[in-house]
């Protein structure tokens, strides 16, 4: 089974795959970036089609593409109005949750960096019935203008394609997209103010599971 990794940062336990940077304490976010391997900037290039009727003149087709800068890779095809979000950038609201006690987990790329997660630790541990709940919270972005940006909250450790997915997959009460448009910056500057009015804090989800566990299914529910 593929991790599709390009690069990543960890602490703590070795993924499955065993690839990545492993770090004995939790990073700040710069040493993150550095350290997972995501210290590189995207930039947007037009593109152009040969006019054969107009003696092969180079014509713009109001398409891009993004371009990772220290591979010169091309990374997706965009539109003119998409607005790219620096990896530094979207280590950003990061900064909120570390000075409430969260910590850096993982952080990484996949699929040659078209994809970039970052994950954050809670300091907080819940129980749901007999079950030990982690939770994180984690931002996602992509640079191939498959997907906007999201941010939200987790109980998945995120180390490769699969676990971002899956993370990506199940519904939260907390939760932020933010597209790829002029707008994008100021979208994270705001989403980092809001972190700091909600310290972070997802126990009411936590909440939410533990009524459900207090119900409880008998014969009938259960062949319902």
Known sequence: MPAFIDSMMYVGETPWHQLGVKLTTPPTTKEALAQAGLDWTVRKEPTYYKNIGWGNSLEPTNHFVTVRSDTNEVLG?????????????????????????????????????????????????FLVGDDKIQPYAFLYTSHDGSSSNCFRDTAIRIVCKNTLDFALSKDTKVKFNLKHTRSIKENVTNLTERLKDSKGNIKKSIDDMNRMTEYKIGPYELDK
């Open 77 to 125: 095809n965009v539109s003119e109005r998409y607005e790219i979000l620096q990896n530094k950038e979207a280590f950003e609201p990061f900064d909120v949750l570390l000075d409430h006690g969260f910590k850096l987990e993982t952080a990484g790329a996949i699929e040659d960096g078209k994809k970039i997660w970052v994950l954050a630790k809670s300091p907080d541990q």
